[in-house]
């Protein structure tokens, strides 16, 4: 069975720094692409940042771009999103979400890595809370 296990959340001030975790199992990580997507009370869930595995390029939402940092260690199976700068508005549910690749789909995700729609598995959450 596909596992993805999100961990790392916590709460924060504004300006700190936090790091998740998403182990996976299940699946073959390196022909992967695996997002970071979050989700705040009342809204819709927006991605952050993707990774692919194939090729090790990786996405960012403008909002995050230049505070977020989206890592993988393959040996361990597991995706790492450093988040720094943080502010009140990053305050959200975290998810991770994987979805297996062939090569040539990998140059694609520059335009759907950051979409819900294409993500076959999704962990639980990790709650993180930034306060002002």
């Known amino acids: 069975d596909v596992q993805l296990q999100a961990s790392g959340g916590g709460s924060v001030q504004a300006g700190g720094s936090l790091r998740l975790s998403c182990a996976a199992s299940g699946f073959t990580f390196d022909s992967s692409a695996i997002g970071w997507f979050r989700q705040a009370p009342g809204k819709e869930r927006e991605g952050a940042a993707c990774?692919?595995?194939?090729?090790?390029?990786?996405y960012y939402a403008d909002s995050v771009k230049g505070r977020f940092s989206i890592s993988r260690d393959n040996a361990k199976n597991t995706v790492y999103l450093q988040m720094n700068s943080l502010k009140h508005e990053d305050t959200a549910d975290y998810y991770c979400?994987?979805?297996?690749?062939?090569?040539?789909?990998?140059?694609?995700?520059?335009?759907?890595?950051?979409?819900?729609?294409?993500?076959?598995?999704w962990g639980r959450g990790t709650q993180v809370t930034v306060s002002s």
């Open positions: 979400a994987a979805v297996s690749l062939i090569p040539d789909q990998a140059p694609g995700a520059r335009y759907w890595g950051l979409l819900p729609g294409p993500y076959d598995y």
């Open positions: 990774i692919v595995s194939i090729d090790g390029s990786t």
